[in-house]
């Protein structure tokens, strides 16, 4: 399969890393991938603090981007919501809906496109914590809710993670409870924000997790600042980099 990739801007300046894992792995799946050099941010940033004439710019250049690809790869829940559902600062034209229909997140990806069964290459021994964040859970659909309690459980992260080995998957208390991180709330309520991401870290740090597991690195730059001021001995890791056999 031919696809565009789609690294986010934070992504990409932060933790490189998690692209180059993201390519590895699409790679050795089978997977033709271009990485168009001119993008830069979706405009998420901009358009959940309502600033949508600053977040137009970034949204048309992310069309121009990617509107000859039938297929568009990203390694961020949120980000890929905000192009598949809020890409509405521009005119929404026959290009921008393409761009919308055709993106993708890494984990929707794998589980229920490529249908991957095995990850041969990936050995990873450790307890690992997951958190799938409110946008993958609740706009992407990665997971059952915990607040559907009729529903059939389900988790398409965990699932992935079942097939590598050496990996324990350790259940939490509150597993799908808000990190704090939140985009711009981390900003305009930060003590709020702060007490949401202490509460996180320390009930994957009571069951003894050796790495908290995400598919949205912004969970898990709030989450390791936590970690960092408490000087715990956890670490953070994209699923990607696990799912292409540990970090780099």
């Not at 997140?105 to 496109?113: A, G, R």
């Not at 946008?135 to 459980?153: C, F, I, K, Q």
């Given at each position: 399969m031919k696809l565009a990739l789609f690294i986010p801007c934070y992504i990409d300046a932060f933790f490189p890393e998690v692209g180059i894992a993201t390519l590895e792995l699409l790679e050795r799946l089978g997977c033709s991938v271009e990485y168009p050099l001119d993008q830069t941010c979706c405009g998420q940033p901009m358009a959940n603090s309502g600033c949508q004439d600053d977040a137009a710019p970034a949204e048309a250049q992310l069309v121009r981007c990617f509107q000859g690809f039938d297929t568009v790869v990203g390694p961020s829940g949120s980000c890929v919501h905000h192009v598949r559902f809020h890409l509405d600062a521009i005119e929404q034209t026959p290009q921008t809906q393409k761009v919308r229909g055709s993106t993708r997140?890494?984990?929707?990806?794998?589980?229920?496109?490529l249908k991957v069964e095995a990850f041969p290459w990936a050995s990873f021994p450790h307890k690992v914590g997951l958190h799938?964040?409110?946008?993958?859970?609740?706009?992407?659909?990665?997971?059952?809710?915990?607040?559907?309690?009729?529903?059939?459980?389900?988790?398409k992260t965990g699932d992935l993670l079942g097939k590598v080995q050496g990996l324990e998957l350790v259940e939490i208390d509150r597993p799908d409870e808000c990190c704090g991180f939140g985009g711009s709330f981390c900003v305009t309520d930060e003590a709020v924000s702060a007490k949401m991401g202490y509460d996180k870290v320390q009930d994957f740090y009571r069951h003894?997790?050796?790495?908290?597991?995400?598919?949205?690195?912004?969970?898990?730059?709030?989450?390791k600042g936590v970690i960092d001021r408490l000087n715990l001995p956890l670490k953070v890791i994209h699923i990607a980099q696990i799912l292409n056999g540990g970090p780099l």
């Open positions: 997140e890494l984990v929707e990806f794998l589980h229920d496109d799938n964040s409110c946008t993958a859970v609740r706009g992407l659909g990665h997971a059952r809710p915990s607040e559907r309690v009729n529903d059939l459980y389900f988790s003894g997790v050796e790495y908290i597991a995400s598919a949205d690195m912004s969970c898990l730059l709030h989450m």
